[in-house]
């Protein structure tokens, strides 16, 4: 009976969820995605998902290390997650040099310079796109064309581009756009880890399915996106393209599941998620059909990162009894 | 579709392996340590001093003001000293020390198992000899019952809910006590109608308990008034605001109480101890206990007198496990981790649980991720990550414009954490702090 015993306060146990188990439960949710990418842009989207994770995971070690002076904490997968993410924002003929690039501004500027993970006010693979595309629009925004019949090509730099549903709508071209079930199932060009709505769907039943997520980040952009879009067909079909789309065009899909939910820059509350989707899809669909940019998911999911710590502030959980 | 509360909550690992064990009463051991504080309020006064005789339902100690509550003794001896002893909050508080000889009951007590269903004493006779028997809430808030069962000027007592939730996991006493003391503790809930003028009451269950629900539904057709619910498995259901909005669909505000809402609520431990003080003269004194942990041999309940130290309890269902880390007092949500094993028994607790040293130790914290489960899972609709902020900058302020006095301590949020922060020890903290401020304000 001598021994020593151990004193904490309640509660005794624990859940046994961690950061990591999050995190590697996302890339799991990735992993149909990737699939599709490969099938598509082959020997391209090897290369850039792997430099891409690379870079990230290196000077996440190497800025923690040296930089931070503390235990790097490449193992929790969110370094990992920030890569592919990053990844399948960008083009599968992107040089690698870019992609070293865009892993120093996720890392290095979404991320380590607020402190680390949980610190940052911006999704990191978000920052590092974003800056990609400001410093170089050119590569950035040629897609190489894609094609069904020819699976798993083996080309990188040197594959053949052509324009985007997107940058189509912008042209007003709506005669020229894939059918619906090519943008299902990602026969279209885009960014690596976008095209395919079946697969990032399936996803996001995962990650519902795990707790990773709740639906309402995702489902309030989806509705509000279809709603805006569709007033804007019905009021004029030559010019608007109808809203299944625009839900189903450009990184809509990937940045409604993967990129706005976000833990660290998303709101904690459900109305405050709600209100953040809702934001999310009105920018979105502005940007699109009004800004000259033909896509505006990364720039709406931007903006509003920024509002989430006012969102905190002013929509608090619902409190029980309905406070004072 | 059964009932349950409507904000938030986790589902723990039940682990109730004691359940389904029948009753053990354990012999008194050879002295007993009875604490003066085993309640919410003020300690009782001893009226007993050195070398007093007393007998099994003595009174001891007299209740140390309105919401205080008498103490009896729980054996028959020799009062040894009036002393300070380690008890389960980790402090020295004052105690009675009785050395045991014999087991000699007070002739008043009616010890013989004959059910007693008639009563034809009034409410206020009935609450007096609640008052008298020191019985407080057996779920371990420990609040004196006599004081719940006074409604303030302006309040009504509409409906008594009986807490038979049990939704700690590991605990098993009041599913026992269901089990063998069905027609007691129905009784003991129509005394509490009684007592407050009521004509309803709810006996609500969690759906892990199906044994006790059908036994006591079955039983409840011949008492009039009384229904059995049985609930969702969520916890922190026994939570008393919790318990309320899932059986009657009410919130109690911020600050106010369960009557505010026309609601009694009492747990079928106390309702038992009801019947018993009411009904057979018996004064609290005695109470189920679990014992049980993984890695303990022989998982039981037992029926204990107050001030056995937890170690013979322990000793009784097999022994101290080689590797025990932590001695819990209650189940593993919010019981109180013991300092040493010798602490006594008192009235409200349900159980001992013991934990290995791997079940103890707390994974390093990391920084928040605001993930927002801890929001998704707290039953008050609180965001328990920014509490914590708020108590770590000290900005008690914002902690009570965002309700940190109504945090119910059930754990929830330092459970769900990815992160492993100790949400709810910084929580408690603040909490502390801001209550003082607010009472102080009032004054």
Known sequence: MENKLYVSPSPHIHGRDSISKNMYGVLIALVPAFLVSLYFFGLGALIVTAVSVFFCVLFEYVIQKFLMKKEPTIYDGSAILTGVLLAFNLPSNLPIWIIAIGALAAIGIGKMSFGGLGNNIFNPALTGRIILLISFPAQMTTWPLVDALKPFPMTYTDATTGATVL???????????????????????????????????????????????????????????????????????????????????????????????DYVTSPMSKNGMLVYGVGIGLLTVIIRLFGSYPEGMSFAIFIMNALTPLINSYIKPKHFGGGK | MLRTFRIGGIHPPENKLSAGKKITALAAP???????????????????????IVKVGTLIAKAGGFVSANIHSSVSGKVNKI?????????????????????????TIDRSDALVKECSLSSKEIIDKIASAGIVGMGGATFPTQVKLMPPPGNKAEIVIINAVECEPYLTSDHSLMMEKGEEILVGVTLLMKAVNVNRAVIGIENNKRD???????????????????????????GEKQLIDAVIRRQVKSGALPISVGAVVQNVGTAYAVYEAVQKNKPLFERVVTVTGKAVANPSNFLVRVGTPISTLIEAAGGMPENTGKVIGGGPMMGKALVSAEVPVTKGSSGVLLLTKEESVRKPMQDCIRCAKCVSACPMGLNPAFLMKYTVYKNWELAEA??????????????????????????????????????????
Request: with cysteine; net charge neutral; aromatic share 8%.
């Open chain 2, 402 to 443: 965002n309700y940190i006095q109504d945090c119910i301590e059930c754990g929830s949020c330092s459970y769900t954490c990815p992160a492993n922060r100790p949400l709810l020890d910084y929580i408690r903290s603040g909490k502390g702090k801001v209550m003082g401020i607010i009472r102080a304000r009032k004054s």
């Open chain 2, 83 to 107: 002393d300070n002893a380690l008890d389960t909050s980790g402090y020295k508080r004052p105690a009675i020390y009785i050395d045991v000889e014999g087991d000699e009951w007070e002739e």
């Open chain 1, 167 to 261: 940058s189509l709508m912008n042209e007003g071209a709506l005669d020229k756009l894939p059918t619906a079930a090519d943008m299902l199932i990602g026969n279209m060009g885009g960014s690596l880890g976008e095209v395919s709505a079946i697969a990032l769907l399936l996803g996001m039943c995962y990650m519902l399915w795990k707790k990773i997520i709740t639906w309402h980040i995702p489902v309030s952009i989806f509705v509000t996106v279809f709603v805006f879009t569709g007033i804007m067909h019905l009021v004029d079909p030559a010019q608007y393209a109808s809203p299944f789309v625009h839900l189903l065009s450009g990184g809509l899909m990937l940045g409604a599941i993967f990129m706005a939910t």
């Open chain 2, 30 to 52: 050879k002295q007993v340590i009875i604490p003066l504080s085993q309640h919410i309020g003020a300690p009782a006064q001893a009226v007993v001093k050195k070398g007093d």
């Open chain 2, 212 to 238: 006790a629900i059908a036994h006591l539904t079955q039983l409840a057709a011949g008492y009039p008034g009384i229904e059995v619910m049985p609930l969702q498995v969520k916890y922190p259901q026994g």
